[in-house]
């Protein structure tokens, strides 16, 4: 595909469980952004990745939060002890590099009961 | 300090008549200024964009913005709305293009037939 992709687009958990939330940048994209969207809110920014510098974690909420891209490629989003503030839609979105508009997946849809 | 701020948070419009979302923001410079579309279940597709010169810019579906450096604004236009108009709209801001970028809360827009 051609596009962002993410997966799962939903997820249900129980509160206090762990998650993971994956998304597939456009091949050649150097950097890749998460983003939240909760209920009623704008895009929070989460974290960003670019090329082999360290991220900019910086908009992580708590530390139970944490991101990791592999390989330059794809990123895998982690929540562990999931709390119900956490439900969200989780937006993934990359770039061809820094300089250059970000194009969004259709994101992850979390729910946490 | 930083923001971004669309006063609107849910906007109706007749289909055929013409649509202004507005967008301001706050920042010491002039900001790289972006609107995004957001349909339901779907993620965010890039409308529109402005770096530098023209300060009015088209962009895909018909739309327009207008930057204003006296008003800090960045509003979205369309001249005739359409039924497949109905979605969730973010003014996005930035100063460098990268993992700076802040996104307003969001107009929702609604179209009747």
């Known amino acids: 595909g051609a596009g962002v992709s993410q997966s799962p687009s939903n997820k249900v958990t129980e509160k206090g469980k762990d998650v993971e939330l994956r998304c597939d940048p456009i091949?050649?994209?150097?950097?890749l952004y998460w983003y939240r969207q909760s209920l009623g809110q704008g895009l929070e920014f989460l974290i960003y990745?670019?090329?082999?510098?360290?991220?900019?974690k910086s908009g992580l909420p708590s530390d139970r939060f944490s991101a990791e891209r592999t390989g330059g490629s794809v990123s895998t989003l982690t929540i562990q002890r999931t709390q119900q503030e956490d439900s969200a839609v989780y937006l993934c979105?990359?770039?061809?590099?820094?300089?250059?508009?970000?194009?969004f997946g259709d994101g992850t849809r979390l729910s946490i009961l | 300090a930083q923001s971004v701020t669309q006063p609107d948070i849910h906007i109706t419009v007749s289909e055929g008549a013409s649509l202004e979302l507005r967008c301001n923001y706050s920042?010491?410079?002039?900001?790289?200024l972006f609107w995004y579309v957001q349909s339901p279940g779907q993620g965010l597709q890039l409308l529109l964009k402005?770096?530098?010169?023209?300060?009015l810019v088209q962009g895909i579906k018909g739309f327009e913005a207008e930057f204003k450096r006296s008003q800090s604004s960045f509003n979205l236009r369309k001249p005739s709305v359409h039924w497949s108009d109905a979605a969730e709209y973010f003014c996005?801001?930035?100063?460098?293009?990268?993992?700076?970028?802040?996104f307003g809360a969001g107009t929702r827009l609604t179209v009747k037939p």
């Open positions: 979105a990359s770039s061809l590099d820094s300089g250059q508009p970000q194009h």
């Open positions: 091949s050649g994209h150097t950097a």
């Open positions: 990745f670019q090329g082999n510098s360290a991220p900019d």
């Open positions: 920042y010491g410079a002039t900001p790289y």
């Open positions: 402005y770096f530098s010169g023209d300060t």
């Open positions: 996005a801001v930035g100063l460098t293009l990268g993992n700076d970028m802040r």
